[in-house]
């Protein structure tokens, strides 16, 4: 039995709050933009300033309550859903902010109505059209910003394919592998995660890719952005499919990896803002030419590294909370090229961090796991054996966010 309850895509708490801020912001900013453009073409008299601020102050509040329901019933999705969305609640807004203040002035009428109604096409215009541009800026930016926050914790997972067992291998020797066993160790996984502080968004199980539960491979998160991959073996890359709207439905800005770059999530380590990308057998020098282009402009510094021994860059390394980068030397080809490298007495002890001061380990590495207590960390261990046998890792079976 899979953890399927833990499944949260996003906490009511944390959307209703996501959806408040993205509302307040772009009434908020719709509100300061008409209200400046109004002032300097009305001559920007400083006694004017008022009464516009005034005047739209009624639909600049209609405009925070529509946007946020827009936003909770997932208009930030997509950058042309929430420039509908903030079209749609601009006008709506402005039309009845409009009656509002027609209606506070004096008995309503038809020309009243009228009169309101054909401010959509005249000074109401601008209003509504500021409100989809920065319902599709802005807004957005404040729903990711607020979602991907440190203080919630996401974690990407899959369920392991009935087919498991067929799984790609290349540097070790195929073995038997018991799938029901599996099964196990991957709810034991999720279970540790959960018990971290992590929320669980389970991908859709998907049997025709045998590598799926990999689930790492597939995407990079920096911050607010998703990097959809473009995995080296093309067995895999069908994976990607479930993992784009994913990563949109949690807020993020999605990016790709395309033809004829390939970039496999597990060569990939970022340490603070330096994120070290394995040149291997499953990332070409395309994929991280790609990837460097999107990672520069999220203020990353990108360093390829060869991978030659082992299958991703984090087969061979991966790094402590202090940004330490660990590893077993025999796997590591350029251990010079980070500036803090500790090695490890055992291949495969790779390091996932689930706080400042506790990681989780493979029980497979037991001498390795007493070196990183010993230097004050605690260890969460889990057994991965079965993942192992595919060449994975305690980082392949999921992706963290926060």
């Known amino acids: ?20 801020i993205s509302g307040f912001v772009v009434a908020a900013v719709t509100h300061l933009v008409s209200v ?8 920007a008299a400083s ?29 930030n999705r997509m950058w042309p859903i929430a420039l509908g969305a903030g079209l749609v609640s601009g006008m709506a807004a402005a039309f009845l902010g409009t009656l509002y203040a027609v209606a506070v002035a004096g008995p309503l009428s038809a020309e009243a109505v009228g009169f309101v109604a054909a401010s959509l096409l005249g000074s109401n215009l601008l209003y509504f059209v500021v409100a989809g541009v920065v319902a599709a800026t802005a807004g957005r930016f404040a729903w990711a910003a607020t979602v991907s926050s440190r203080s919630h914790r996401v974690a990407f997972i899959r369920q392991p394919a009935s087919n498991l067992a067929d799984g790609e291998i290349t540097h070790i020797d195929r073995t038997e592998l018991d799938e029901t066993l599996a099964d196990t160790q991957w709810d034991n996984y999720v279970e540790a995660l959960v018990n971290a502080g992590f929320e669980t968004v389970e991908l859709p199980a998907a049997d ?19 990097i959809i991959t473009r995995p080296g073996a093309e067995s895999r890359r069908g994976e990607t499919d479930a993992v784009r709207p994913a990563a949109r439905k949690a807020g ?20 603070d803002s330096t994120i070290y990308v394995g040149r291997g057998g499953r990332t070409n020098a395309e994929g991280i030419r790609q990837f460097r282009a999107f990672a520069t402009k999220l203020g990353y510094t990108v360093v390829a590294v060869p991978v030659t021994k082992v299958l991703h860059l984090k087969s061979a390394v991966t790094a402590l909370p202090d940004g330490t980068v660990v590893g077993y030397l025999k796997h590591v080809d350029k251990p010079q090229l980070f500036p803090r ?12 961090v689930l706080s400042d001061d506790t990681v989780m380990m493979a029980t497979s590495v037991p001498k390795s796991i007493a070196l990183i207590e010993d230097l004050g960390y605690t260890v969460v261990a889990v057994d991965v054996s079965e993942f192992e046998k595919l060449e994975g890792c305690v980082t392949c079976l999921s992706v963290r966010l926060g």
């Open 252 to 271: 993020l800005t999605v990016r790709e990896i395309v033809e004829p770059g390939t970039l496999d999530g597990g060569d990939v380590l970022v340490v």
């Open 341 to 352: 490298f500790l090695a490890l007495p055992e291949p495969g002890a790779a390091v996932v």
């Open 1 to 20: 039995m899979h953890l399927s309850a833990l499944n949260r895509p996003l906490p009511t708490g944390r959307k209703i709050a996501a959806a408040v």
């Open 208 to 226: 025709e890719h045998p590598d799926s539960v990999f689930v790492e491979d597939a995407v990079v998160v920096l911050g607010g952005t998703a």
């Open 47 to 75: 006694a004017n300033i008022v009464p516009i601020s005034d005047y739209f102050v009624p639909s600049s509040l209609l405009l925070f309550v529509l946007y946020s329901v827009a936003a909770f019933l997932g208009a």
């Open 36 to 43: 400046l453009v109004f002032f300097v073409s009305n001559g």
